[in-house]
T-cell receptor
Framework: ETGVTQSPTHLIKTRGQQVTLRCSSQ?????VSWYQQALGQGPQFIFQ?????ENGRGNFPPRFSGLQFPNYSSELNVNALELDDSALYLC???WGGGSYEQYFGPGTRLTVT | AQSVTQLGSHVSVSEGALVLLRCNYS??????LFWYVQYPNQGLQLLLK??????LVKGINGFEAEFKKSETSFHLTKPSAHMSDAAEYFC???????????FGSGTKLNVKP
């Protein structure tokens, strides 16, 4: 157990809709990264937040956005869902803005139909 | 740009045999390198990392990896496979600030009795 929780576990949405995924860490980690893992692929880095500011971003369009709250919980928002957005979304938390010691949650499985 | 290539999407070994999972990276600057393991329906767990110092690094569960700059490789090995090692393994590289991580496509390890 990493102490990182994600909700919901599974989600089904229709193309064009919007979705919000949530992540929280019980350990007070102040850095959170989000990843997209398509079936049969490795995780793709979406972005990282440190102390409520975006701290790094991968090659994802602006319709992928995030928030980090003062209690360090986090949200990933995806607008205008596309079929290719179907994937496992993982969050990983860490202590400090530059730490390799990431703790991953179990993920949210998003299916877009 | 940084990237990671894992040779072999599936590797099968017998219990007690040597495990060798291959990883090559492409980086314009000295990389920080990682191996993660993912069990079914779980998040990723850090096995080991190379940041600086000794190029042979030891991780959990008897795994180790050697950073070879001349070969741009970071192969994962374990002298004797155990049934519980069956999982998917991901090699990853990060930038020096640990605010962007790039993962390979993964290698599924099957351990035969």
């Amino acid at each position: 157990e990493t102490g990182v929780t994600q909700s919901p576990t599974h989600l089904i949405k229709t193309r064009g809709q919007q979705v919000t995924l949530r992540c929280s860490s019980q350990s007070g980690h102040n850095t959170v990264s989000w990843y997209q893992q398509a079936l049969g692929q490795g995780p793709q880095f979406i972005f990282q937040y440190y102390r409520e500011e975006e701290n790094g971003r991968g090659n994802f369009p602006p319709r992928f956005s995030g928030l980090q709250f003062p209690n360090y919980s986090s949200e990933l928002n995806v607008n205008a869902l596309e079929l290719d957005d179907s994937a496992l979304y993982l969050c990983a938390t860490a202590w400090g803005g530059g730490s390799y010691e990431q703790y991953f949650g179990p993920g949210t499985r998003l299916t877009v139909t | 740009a940084q990237s990671v290539t894992q040779l072999g999407s599936h590797v099968s070994v017998s219990e007690g045999a040597l495990v060798l999972l291959r990883c090559n990276y492409s980086s314009s600057v000295p990389p920080y390198l990682f191996w993660y393991v993912q069990y079914p329906n779980q998040g990723l767990q850090l096995l080991l990392k190379y940041t600086t110092g000794a190029t042979l690094v030891k991780g959990i569960n008897g795994f180790e990896a050697e950073f070879k700059k001349s070969e741009t490789s970071f192969h994962l090995t374990k002298p004797s496979a155990h049934m519980s090692d069956a999982a998917e393994y991901f090699c990853a590289v990060s930038d020096v600030n640990f605010n962007k991580f790039y993962f390979g496509s993964g290698t599924k390890l099957n351990v035969k009795p």
